[in-house]
């Protein structure tokens, strides 16, 4: 639920290193436009998202 | 240099700071500053233990709070205050309080959550919120 999604992502985000790829999955509808955003706005990539019987996966790559 | 989000936090009903506390992480997980300066009801909410008995919500929908807690409780959405700690946890989030209102109550700083940084006045804020990108008043 709502912030949880880019709260977790971002408590996360210090053990990631450069360059990595991430997986990240939620259940929250929001998170399907907030992580896109999240990532333009902390300059990182997002690369796609898939569902899973309701669940949100996200693809995001460390640039920042 | 960061872009900021100014919150004046007016309100102390747990609806309102549900509102605000989102905001507040939302904007920390953005990688924006926050700050929030607590005045009048928004001091009450961060009184010392406070925030662990407060069930007050907004007397226009007053009776839906309790709906509103079971549903929080059900779904275990997190609290204002813990969206207030995990905003913390992740950014800069500097929390002022008005000294008016603590004066008019007679309080200080040491009868609040530690959570709250600094006694400051209007001009602080003002200057503050005048560099802000986003600034609200809750």
Not at chain 1, 4 to 21: E, F, H, N, R, Y
Not at chain 2, 69 to 90: H, T
Request: net charge negative; aromatic share 8%.
């Amino acid at each position: 639920m709502c912030p949880m999604p880019i709260l977790s992502l971002k408590k996360a985000w210090k053990d990631v290193t450069v360059g990595q790829i991430v997986a990240i999955s939620a259940t929250d509808q929001g998170a399907r436009r907030d992580i896109p955003s999240w990532a333009e706005a902390t300059g990182n990539t997002f690369l796609g998202m898939t569902e899973e019987q309701g669940v949100l996966i996200f693809y995001l790559q460390k640039v920042a | 240099m960061k872009e900021r989000m100014s919150i004046v936090l007016f309100s102390g009903t747990v609806d309102k700071l549900l509102a605000a506390s989102i905001l507040a992480t939302g904007a920390a997980a953005m990688d924006m500053e926050v700050d929030l300066f607590l005045t009048t009801w928004g001091i009450e909410a961060f009184r010392k233990g406070a925030y662990k008995t407060n069930t007050r919500v907004s007397r226009d929908y007053e009776e839906y709070g309790s709906v509103m807690r079971e549903l929080m409780a059900a779904k275990k959405a997190p609290s204002w205050w813990e969206n207030l700690q995990g905003a913390k946890e992740i950014g800069d989030v500097h929390i002022a309080a008005c000294s008016m209102t603590l004066e008019l109550f007679g309080l200080t700083l040491n009868d609040l959550e530690p959570v709250v940084d600094e006694v400051t006045g209007v001009a602080t804020f003002m200057e503050r919120a005048r560099n802000s990108k986003v600034t609200l008043f809750i």
